[in-house]
Nanobody, 122 residues
Framework: QVQLVESGGGLVQAGGSLRLSCAASGRTFSSLTMGWFRQAPGKEREFVALISWSGGYTYYTDSVKGRFTISRDNAKNTVYLRMNSLKPEDTAVYYC???????????????WGQGTQVTVSS
């Protein structure tokens, strides 16, 4: 089992930026594909981005393409989500998640952090 701890959320004005971090422990970090998800009030949790174990492959949901960047530092066991040009509709609790690198389904993300709140004011 892997433990995940997010940080970096907060309140920001529309157009602003934030960088989320997620520190992992308990399993070899380079054996994991990492992802970010978010859940807005009254809505289901949705996928935001993922990054392969090496960092060589990334994938984003359409609504954040060109604004968000996922990255990782395997030496620090940390994954990041840089969020630029934030919009009020980006307001949500953001969760870090992990899955073994040999698995490929979004439902295979089995380890989750506690979440960090991001609020974008208009």
């Amino acid at each position: 089992q892997v433990q995940l701890v997010e940080s970096g959320g907060g309140l920001v004005q529309a157009g602003g930026s934030l960088r989320l971090s997620c520190a992992a422990s308990g399993r070899t970090f380079s054996s994991l594909t990492m992802g970010w998800f978010r859940q807005a009030p009254g809505k289901e949790r949705e996928f935001v981005a993922l990054i392969s174990w090496s960092g060589g492959y990334t994938y984003y949901t359409d609504s954040v393409k060109g604004r968000f960047t996922i990255s990782r530092d395997n030496a620090k066991n940390t994954v990041y989500l840089r969020m630029n040009s934030l919009k009020p509709e980006d307001t949500a609790v953001y969760y870090c998640a992990a899955r073994p690198r040999e698995l490929v389904g979004r439902d295979d993300f089995g380890s989750w952090g506690q979440g960090t709140q991001v609020t974008v004011s208009s």
